[in-house]
């Protein structure tokens, strides 16, 4: 439904606050009808009379509107008008409130003209569904091949889902309890297994040899990677810091030293997996 569920009479009886929400629970209702393409050019012409309308009660004229067909131009538009309006109540969205992504063609099937690299992930009781899911997205785009998941929760969350944009659904991971037996394992394939952690011994990670194949282990948010885990690693490597913060994110960690890897080894022309 386009139309706004009040009269001017009705609207302009509610609180503040409540003229607000209603706006925004008006507004995501059409975001998501646009972005599941269930409103045409002419109704999207329509919703725009009623936006103005409503703006006009509220005595602030909209300016800019998008063509009436400009999908993508309406959809930017609600977002951002809902984020205003948002910000004039004074309400911080919690992740739940944020509005859907608009679907991309990325998740239908894989067209990537580059080869999988012979590089796996390896998180080490990692508890954050949001790291884990950036994680996914960026091995998925950095092109390594499978994510090893050693006591860290997996694709069958729907955080996981909705942080990876998708990524967890296609990108091959499995689950160990016992992270440095599975390490064990890939060693003995041929393996070079390597941790990003900060300690005396590491090196930057961008001084470092990456090989032909290999396993990066990443460690939990609060105490990093387990002594038992780390024992198996054949080196350790660091990300220099230059401010008063001796780390960073394992999110944005990970994402650092997987496309430095990525870069490096697809410049030397990685062999398929």
């Known amino acids: 439904m386009l139309s706004f569920p009040f009269t001017r009479k009705k609207f ?9 929400r209603w706006v925004i629970k008006w507004l995501s209702t059409v975001y998501q009808k646009i972005s599941s393409n269930r409103v045409g050019p002419e109704n999207l012409g329509l919703f725009a009379g009623e936006y103005t309308r409503v703006m006009e009660w509220c005595k602030t004229l909209p300016q800019n509107l998008p063509e009436p067909n400009d999908r993508r131009g309406w959809l930017e538009f609600i977002s951002d008008a809902i984020h205003c309006e948002r910000s004039a109540a004074g309400i911080v969205p919690k992740d739940q409130d944020l509005l859907a992504a608009i679907e991309t ?15 796996h992930m ?13 994680i996914f997205r960026t091995c998925d785009a950095a092109g390594f091949s499978s994510l090893i998941l050693g006591n860290t929760p997996g694709g069958e969350h729907s955080l996981v889902q909705k942080t990876s944009m998708g990524a967890a659904s296609w990108m091959p991971h499995t689950k160990t ?7 064990i394992t890939m060693k003995a394939q041929g393996y070079r297994i390597t941790a990003v952690e900060t300690a005396k011994q590491s090196r930057p990670y961008n001084d ?8 990066v282990v990443m460690g939990n948010e609060e105490y990093g990677i387990s002594s038992h885990v780390m024992r ?19 999110a944005n960690a990970a994402a650092v030293v997987l496309f430095h890897i990525a870069s490096t ?5 990685p062999q398929p997996v």
Request: charged share 25%; aromatic share 8%.
């Open 12 to 20: 302009l009886s509610l609180t503040h606050q409540g003229r607000h």
């Open 105 to 119: 063609e990325d998740s239908q099937e894989e067209k990537s003209e580059f080869p999988r690299l012979d590089f």
């Open 122 to 134: 390896a998180l080490d009781g990692l508890r954050s569904l949001f790291n884990v899911g950036s």
């Open 177 to 183: 309890r016992d992270l440095a037996h599975t390490l």
């Open 208 to 215: 470092n040899p990456w090989p032909g194949r290999g396993v």
């Open 232 to 250: 198996v690693c054949d080196e350790v490597v660091h990300i220099p810091m230059f401010g008063r913060k001796n780390s960073l994110n394992v």
């Open 265 to 269: 080894r697809y410049a030397q022309g």
